[in-house]
């Protein structure tokens, strides 16, 4: 097996676990938004995952780079600035990217709904195009 077989092999695991943590911030966010949580709880939950996110995201995009699969940079890199964009650019005195006092005001609630939706349909995206890929690259070993 290739680097490329094994680059693929590692996206296709680390989009997994992305897609996991995405859709378990779906559902801690409609859990507040039902009221089934608080919004102190809502926020704990989610601030610890953020930045795991954040370095999974950047280090398969830094994987892409180096080894040479640049359409594929090209096409992952704007949802990893994106996500260190968010984390760069984070109010001064809030906790963390979610903060409870701030999380109902302004619409916020439906506004992270939404980025996380983006979220999940691109890693969803993703999770099938390096899986393709993995296929296509262990074939092509054989």
């Known amino acids: 097996m290739g680097v490329d077989s094994w680059?693929?092999?590692?996206s296709v695991i680390d989009e997994g676990a992305l897609l996991f943590l995405v859709v378990y911030f779906v559902i801690t966010l409609s859990d507040l938004e039902c009221d089934y949580l608080n919004a102190t709880n809502c926020c704990d939950k989610l601030n610890k995952?953020?930045?795991v996110e954040a370095i999974a995201q950047c280090v398969l995009a830094v994987l892409l780079l180096i080894t040479g699969?640049?359409?594929l940079f090209l096409m992952y890199a704007?949802?990893?600035a994106w996500l260190?964009?968010?984390?760069v650019n984070k109010l001064s005195g809030d906790i963390g990217m979610y903060d409870p006092t701030e999380i109902h005001n302004r619409q916020q609630l439906k506004t992270y709904m939404k980025e996380n939706l983006i979220k999940m349909?691109?890693?969803l995206i993703f999770f099938f195009i390096f899986l393709y890929w993995m296929i296509y690259s262990l074939i092509k070993g054989l």
């Open 7 to 10: 680059l693929f092999i590692f």
């Open 49 to 51: 995952w953020v930045l």
């Open 69 to 71: 699969h640049w359409i």
């Open 78 to 80: 704007p949802v990893t």
């Open 84 to 87: 260190v964009y968010k984390l």
């Open 121 to 123: 349909g691109s890693h």
